[in-house]
T-cell receptor, first 114, second 113 residues
Framework: AQSVAQPEDQVNVAEGNPLTVKCTYSVSGNPYLFWYVQYPNRGLQFLLKYITGDNLVKGSYGFEAEFNKSQTSFHLKKPSALVSDSALYFCAVRDRGNTGKLIFGQGTTLQVKP | DTAVSQTPKYLVTQMGNDKSIKCEQNLGHDTMYWYKQDSKKFLKIMFSYNNKELIINETVPNRFSPKSPDKAHLNLHINSLELGDSAVYFC????????????FGPGTRLTVT
């Protein structure tokens, strides 16, 4: 079965430092991978996706993610963190079949301190 | 110009009651979804409709019944509410089912007392 794992419940980083939020996946076939962000009491916002092509994907708000097939990872990165980046981040993989179903990781809380 | 809207935003009700949550999208998408987010923030798909046809029906109690009157609307009706139904319910939509990202509504926080 398709699955994603986010090994860290929380990531703490100082403002201005680079940040990484980790995601690993387990799929059969080529993965369709997504990152979403959820601010408190809000819905999820799409950040970026990997479907095919360049392994480095650029998304909204200065975020990017690197697809690594050999390590089955899709880590989210940003060169310089902002306090306003503090939120809950979800990695997701599209399930097999043609339903569009997304399987989400358990989420990682990013805390950026001034 | 809200893309995906849900009503109500908050819903507090007693066990045994029946309630509905409404969702509307103005993005012209043809696929809509309902997700449940539990107290630990875990997200799980419940239902999905494509062009008013039910295409995902996860292991959800049959007290939950989705209804899609047209492509822009997907409502969720819940009968005989139980304490365990307390959660945040999110509606989402996408342009197709393949590689397209989903756009989420603001959520409905359901509290069953």
């Amino acid at each position: 079965a398709q699955s994603v794992a986010q090994p860290e419940d929380q990531v703490n980083v100082a403002e201005g430092n680079p940040l990484t939020v980790k995601c690993t996946y387990s799929v059969s076939g080529n993965p369709y991978l997504f990152w979403y962000v959820q601010y408190p009491n809000r819905g999820l916002q799409f950040l970026l996706k990997y479907i095919t092509g360049d392994n480095l994907v650029k998304g909204s708000y200065g975020f990017e993610a690197e697809f690594n097939k050999s390590q089955t990872s899709f880590h989210l990165k940003k060169p310089s963190a902002l306090v306003s980046d503090s939120a809950l981040y979800f990695c997701a993989v599209r399930d097999r079949g043609n339903t569009g179903k997304l399987i989400f990781g358990q989420g990682t809380t990013l805390q950026v301190k001034p | 110009d809200t893309a995906v809207s849900q009503t109500p935003k908050y819903l507090v009700t007693q066990m045994g009651n029946d309630k509905s949550i409404k969702c509307e999208q103005n993005l012209g998408h043809d696929t809509m979804y309902w997700y449940k987010q539990d107290s630990k923030k875990f997200l799980k798909i419940m239902f999905s409709y494509n062009n008013k046809e039910l295409i995902i029906n996860e292991t959800v109690p049959n007290r939950f019944s989705p209804k899609s009157p047209d492509k822009a609307h997907l409502n969720l009706h819940i009968n005989s509410l139980e304490l365990g139904d307390s959660a945040v319910y999110f509606c989402a939509s996408s342009l197709g089912r393949a590689a397209y990202e989903q756009y989420f509504g603001p959520g409905t926080r359901l509290t069953v007392t």
